[in-house]
């Protein structure tokens, strides 16, 4: 276990860790609730909670993402695909590390929060929603990967969900008020109930469960094909 967490290259010193855990989601605070209150005027802790969780599903879905690729880049794929594909000691190992990742930079943010005035109630509805979160990070990470896995850019997808998760997620503005366009696209991911369950007194977290497990399925779907065909192309590599 130690070893796959000392393969995140965002663990790799207390300076990268400063920058992950602490310096990139207190920006994004700032950034978000600035933007909010121009509009609102008014500090809005439910931005700034939602901010965080989202932000440690982000982080789950970039760790798996990067043990994935970087057992690929050292052909380790190949032996685990070859002998044990769906070894459970290899998969628990990597989804506990990145759900780890996730739930303490969330854990880390929030209780740092809530000296400032983070009221409680959203403190607890943000601690118990995080591991959801992060288990939503993680599946969409591991289905990135598969997805982008025979691509010359293996980081295609994963970067892809990254980029679009905030906007997604609905931190700022609730999906349901998103145009129609951006509404559909939103609800093809699995965080805006995240971000309602903080927000919203009613949510339907079911919903996001079954899309997540949909995504979950695609990526297994995805992997389970590739097998064989990753198999014979790194062959003919040797």
């Known amino acids: 276990m130690a ?22 989601p207190i920006i994004n605070i700032l950034f978000l609730v600035l933007i909010d209150l121009q509009y609102s005027n008014r500090f809005n802790w439910y931005v700034a909670a939602a901010s965080v969780v989202i932000d440690s599903a982000v982080l789950s879905l970039q760790a798996i993402s990067q043990l994935l690729i970087t057992d690929a880049n050292l052909k380790i794929d190949i032996e685990v695909i070859s002998k044990h594909p769906y070894s459970f000691y290899y998969w628990k190992t990597k989804i506990f590390t990145s759900l780890t990742a996730g739930i303490v930079l969330g854990m880390i943010n929030l209780t740092l929060l809530w000296p400032f005035g983070l009221p409680l109630t959203i403190l ?10 992060c288990i939503f990070g993680t599946i969409l990470g591991f289905t990135g990967w598969c997805l982008s896995w025979q691509m010359s850019n293996p980081y295609f997808f994963a970067n892809l969900f990254i980029s679009i998760t905030t906007i997604v997620s609905g931190v700022l503005v609730l999906v349901s008020q998103y145009p129609k366009w951006l509404m559909i696209i939103s609800y093809v991911f699995p965080f805006y109930e995240v971000v309602n369950f903080i927000k919203l007194n009613h949510t339907s977290l079911w919903l996001s469960c079954l899309n997540a497990f949909v995504w979950l399925w695609i990526g297994i779907i995805s992997y389970t094909v590739q097998i064989k065909p990753v198999l014979n192309k790194k062959i003919h590599q040797y």
């Open 124 to 133: 607890l509805k943000s601690l118990v929603i995080l591991p959801l979160a």
């Open 3 to 24: 070893t796959q967490f000392s393969s995140l290259s965002f663990l790799s010193n207390w300076r990268t860790r400063f920058v992950y855990f602490l310096l990139l």
